[in-house]
């Protein structure tokens, strides 16, 4: 997944600092988006398969395990939250290709914050809840890396020339 995304990235790059025209510069920022868009996609449904069939399959793995049945939603809230965290890792990554280090500090902040603040809030509210708070924390922290990603990729062109340009002095 992670591999065509950088050669787009790379051809990117490399089209700026080769002074390519701005038409071909908007082809390589498009063939990026899509690769990012694909392996987006392949990612979130290849977890999603795998955690689908961990949830129905979780009363069989319980059994043979001799876990307690009444700890079966923490493990399932538990492997919805893994997909919505693998997903968010994957958008973090991105991130860090773009060296968006404040937004990286933003997203891993949020993730914090929600998943300190749902895991109590789920504790007080009782045993059939326990879990939820991770799962709703990885969710949230999903969404808005999703937000500040699509957000950068979006203006990615911008910020090759303008954040990152400084005069020589």
Known sequence: IETDFFRKLSAFINGLNQHDTLQQIKENHRLLIVSFEKSSLQL????????????????????????????????????????????????????????????????????????????????????????????????????YAGFLTVKHLNKLIYHSFVTTNKLNS
């Open 44 to 143: 979130f449904l290849f977890q999603a398969v795998i955690c689908t069939a961990l949830i129905v399959v979780s009363p069989f793995i319980f059994d043979w395990l001799h876990i307690n049945y009444m700890q079966i939603s923490i493990f399932r809230y538990g492997v919805i939250g893994s997909l919505f965290q693998v997903m968010f890792l994957f958008l973090t990554i991105t991130l860090s290709y773009f060296d968006a280090r404040s937004s990286l500090i933003k997203a891993a902040s949020v993730f914090l914050i929600m998943n300190v603040g749902f895991t109590f809030l789920t504790f007080y509210l009782g045993f059939e809840y326990y879990g939820m708070g991770y799962a709703l924390a990885c969710v949230v922290a999903f969404v």
